[in-house]
């Protein structure tokens, strides 16, 4: 079970058995069916297909524990475009490359928002932050600070010392491990170092302090993707309170806010003269202090967007990472090929360069077919409709929100031969790409809320994947055992196990 569904268990199980508060759920069931009585839609309007739905909970409940894999099964049935209702909340899912192409190009406008959540607006000091901050002239700035000065290609190659650096690291305590390697647990701890040292310029990997960070921004991404049954069933978000959800959001928004405040008052202290050198955190209060590029922000703006970086920028990569070598050891004739592609470009040298990353196509065609395959985040940071709108013949309604599956749209048969294969090659001849442009494949999202972070991402996963391919060979501790390929349920999908390998450094 997933623990949305165990959430949702939960706190309806807190509801049945309270010795005062069934009478209220019958209460809702008979207002329920009374408004429905009443309430007809409007009889011209041309809804998409929907499945059946239960009193209340609409179609909450057939969510499944793994709601991309449930949403792509009832796609099936009802279509690419299907209309769902999360409590009282009308919710489109989006299943195919023309749809999306529909929702995040032609209607981009209408679908700029995001929904409001009571845990993003506590959390992210109010939606200050860029990734669900309201459609409009702050958000436009946001945007433009993240695209043109913290995540531009320029300030992406000055992080090149930090990659090398931190992938250095972690050659070497492969190198010094005991047998198997957990490479899962390898990968979580690199990208959360060179996040850490790209926004405030040092990790927090070691120390009391520094773990304590690191336990808050696991929960800050557990508590984003937690679904408050308030959200959908607004009379019943009182549950949050009596069950402790609420306190849990607020006492780690307190301690992150401590935390960040503390890193800002250490930064103006101490400020950094090397504008070349500059981390995130330096970027942001010399925009703050000096409004430099014409955009104003405050204080809580700048640690709305250090929790955005951390929540975008650590989990993802480490899950792409995880998955790719997965499908390596799956597929060694893949995974040979890759070795011999990189190993002839390296030669004999002991660093590879951005020169060398760029002649690499076959390592570019095993990250877009990772990508592909497995998603990191299969069902897209929501959107929500600012306005009616027609979409492919069906008429959507204003505050509709729409989730876009891009893990099915990435299996689809319609856009893919063999779907269910994976197979790097198909990139080779192929100008697909993941940067917004090709439906087919958006791992990332498109349009005005496609992820500013791309570039940032794809140099780390591509610069740590080329050189531990160059430097290890790789196989199953148990050659025999199939590997286990079960998911785990969460916004962003890891291995429901992590993954232990073996190690065997390479001598050319």
């Known amino acids: 079970m997933s623990k949305f569904q165990l959430l949702i268990q939960q706190q309806m199980n807190e509801i049945i058995f309270h010795p005062f508060l069934f009478g209220a759920l019958v209460s809702l069931f008979l207002f329920w069916a009374i408004t429905k009585w009443f309430y007809k839609p409007a009889a011209n309007k041309k809804l998409p ?23 792509q099964s009832l796609a099936e049935k009802h279509g690419p475009l299907m209309l769902l209702h999360f409590g009282t909340v009308p919710t489109l899912v989006v299943s195919s490359a023309d749809a999306a ?34 459609y409009g002239e702050y958000w436009r700035q946001l945007k433009s600070i993240c695209v043109l000065q913290l995540l531009s290609n320029k300030r992406v190659q000055s992080f090149r010392s930090i990659r090398d650096e931190e992938t250095a690291l972690l050659v070497n305590k492969i190198r010094k491990s005991s047998f198997p390697v957990n490479l899962s647990e390898m990968f979580a701890e690199l990208t959360n170092d060179v996040v850490c040292r790209s926004a405030f310029g040092r990790k927090f990997s070691e120390g009391e302090n520094s773990k304590k960070f690191l336990s808050l921004l696991i929960e800050l991404l557990e508590l984003l993707g937690s679904f408050p049954i308030g959200n959908f069933i607004p009379v019943l978000s009182w549950i949050s309170r009596v069950n402790g959800f609420d306190a849990r959001v607020d006492k780690v928004s307190k301690e992150l806010d401590e935390f960040l405040e503390g890193v800002i008052k250490e930064r103006m202290e101490t400020p950094n003269e090397d504008k070349n050198g500059a981390n995130f955190v330096d970027i942001l209060l010399d925009i703050y202090q000096s409004n430099s590029s014409g955009v104003s922000i405050d204080r809580d703006s700048i640690k709305a967007i250090i929790l955005d970086v951390f929540a975008a920028g650590t989990d993802t990569t480490a899950t792409v990472l995880e998955w790719a070598m997965t499908e390596l050891l799956r597929h060694p004739s893949v995974m040979k090929k890759l070795q011999i592609e990189v190993r002839e470009i390296v030669k004999d040298k002991q660093d590879i360069t951005d020169n060398d990353l760029e002649k690499m196509q076959y390592l570019k065609a095993v990250i877009k077919e990772t990508l592909r395959f497995h998603t990191p985040i299969p069902l897209l940071v929501p959107r929500q409709a600012r306005k009616d709108v027609k979409i492919m013949g069906y008429d959507i309604s204003a505050g509709t929100m729409v989730i876009t599956n891009a893990w099915a749209i990435s299996r689809d048969p319609v856009s893919w031969d063999e779907p269910e294969k994976f197979e790097p090659d198909r990139f080779l001849n192929s100008s697909i790409d993941f940067k917004g442009l090709d439906f087919e494949l958006i791992p990332f999202g498109a349009g005005r809320r496609g992820c500013p972070g791309i570039a940032f991402a794809m140099a780390t996963t591509e610069f740590v994947l080329a050189n531990i391919v160059q430097k290890f060979n790789w196989k199953l501790p148990d050659e025999g055992k199939e590997l286990d390929m079960k998911e785990h349920p969460g916004v962003t999908v890891h291995r429901d196990v992590p993954l232990l390998v073996a190690a065997t450094h390479y001598h050319s």
Do not use: W
Request: aromatic share 6%; net charge positive.
């Open 101 to 134: 192409r529909e929702i995040m190009k032609t209607h981009d406008l209408i679908f700029a928002d995001r929904p409001q959540s009571s845990v993003s607006r506590r959390l992210l000091y109010n939606f200050k932050d860029v990734s669900v901050a309201p």
């Open 49 to 71: 297909p929907s499945p059946p739905k239960l009193p209340i909970l609409g179609n909450l409940h057939q969510l499944g524990s793994l709601p991309h894999r449930k949403l």
